[in-house]
Nanobody
Framework: QVQLVESGGGLVQAGGSLRLSCAAS????????IGWFRQAPGKEREFVAA????????YYADSVKDRFIISRDNAKNTVYLQMHILKPEDTADYYC??????????????????WGQGTQVTVSS
């Protein structure tokens, strides 16, 4: 069983920064890809970023590339999402998830089966 808990969300002005954390329990965390997704009100949950088990490979949605950085510390069972130059369109609930089905691509929600409860990020203009 894996439990994921996100934290670090909040209210920030456009142009500001936030760092989200995803703390995990369970033995499989350090051997799996972890993804961040977000869901804005009235919209579908969308892929934001992902990092493979070792941290050697990272992937980003085009909308956040060059602004967000995903990283992980397996010793702490934690994945981070550092967000810079935040825009009002980044406003959403942010979720982390652990990939389990590697037949599916990392940006597919269906590839992930353990999800956190989410943390809210609000960017004011």
């Amino acid at each position: 069983q894996v439990q994921l808990v996100e934290s670090g969300g909040g209210l920030v002005q456009a142009g500001g920064s936030l760092r989200l954390s995803c703390a995990a329990s369970g033995r499989t965390f350090s051997s799996n890809t972890i993804g961040w997704f977000r869901q804005a009100p009235g919209k579908e949950r969308e892929f934001v970023a992902a990092i493979n088990w070792s941290g050697g490979r990272t992937y980003y949605a085009d909308s956040v590339k060059d602004r967000f950085i995903i990283s992980r510390d397996n010793a702490k069972n934690t994945v981070y999402l550092q967000m810079h130059i935040l825009k009002p369109e980044d406003t959403a609930d942010y979720y982390c998830a652990q990939q389990r089905d590697y037949r599916l691509t990392y940006y597919s929600k269906a590839a992930y089966d353990y999800w956190g409860q989410g943390t809210q990020v609000t960017v004011s203009s």
